[in-house]
Every structure is written in structure tokens, then in C-alpha cells.
């Protein structure tokens, strides 16, 4: 079973960043695609970015050019850089994990944008 925890979830003005990491309890090396999720209340879980064994990267629509997603395979974590964040842009950020057909999901961080 692996475990991804994730970190850097927190309060920011509109306009401004965090950086969400997410650490995986074991090698990610091989690990088919990464990824962030968001879940805002009363809505569904929506991908936010990917990205696969071999550095593609795709993005939702509305982060596109504002989010960064990167892996390090080294230290096994998956990093979301977040810029100008928006209103819209408020959620429980979980880290999302396949490998073949198995997936895993963390627990979550909580990030708020509000002035």
C-alpha cells in the first residue's frame, strides 16, 4: 500500500502562490502518472494537473499557466507550484498516485485563497 502525504496547504491572499508537495512511501520511479486533484465544497473532484512516467505534463484548463506540476523521482515526491491564485481556486488538494491499474490517493491539504 502506498502512502502519499501532502504538505503546503494553506491560507493566501488572491494573487498569491503555494507550493503543495506530496511524498510517497515508496519509489515513484516507475509509477505511470502523478498527479493533484481538487474538491471544493459541494462539488465534485476535478483534476487539476498530471504527470506521467516520462515528464508529460496536462492541465486543467483554468490553471493552465498559473500551475506547475514537477516530480522527483529522487526523493519521491510530486510538487504543485501554484501562482495567481484565484477565488476559484480554493479546495482540499489531493495527491494522486497510479501504477498500472493501482491507484492511490492522500489525504489531503486545505488551501484557501482570501483576502
Known amino acids: 500500500q502506498v502512502q502519499l502525504v501532502e504538505s503546503g496547504g494553506g491560507l493566501v491572499q488572491p494573487g498569491g502562490s503555494l507550493r503543495l508537495s506530496c511524498a510517497a512511501s515508496?519509489?515513484?520511479?516507475?509509477?505511470?502518472?502523478m498527479g493533484w486533484y481538487r474538491q471544493a465544497p459541494g462539488k465534485q473532484r476535478e483534476l487539476v494537473a498530471l504527470?506521467?512516467?516520462?515528464?508529460?505534463?496536462s492541465y486543467a484548463d483554468s490553471v493552465k499557466g498559473r500551475f506547475t506540476i514537477s516530480r522527483d523521482n529522487a526523493q519521491n515526491t510530486v510538487n504543485l507550484q501554484t501562482n495567481s491564485l484565484k477565488s476559484e481556486d480554493p479546495g482540499v488538494y489531493y495527491c494522486?498516485?497510479?501504477?498500472?491499474?493501482?491507484?492511490?490517493w492522500g489525504q489531503g491539504t486545505q488551501v484557501t485563497v482570501s483576502s
Open positions: 515508496e519509489s515513484i520511479f516507475n509509477f505511470n502518472a
Open positions: 504527470i506521467n512516467v516520462g515528464g508529460s505534463t
Open positions: 494522486y498516485s497510479r501504477l498500472l491499474r493501482r491507484e492511490w
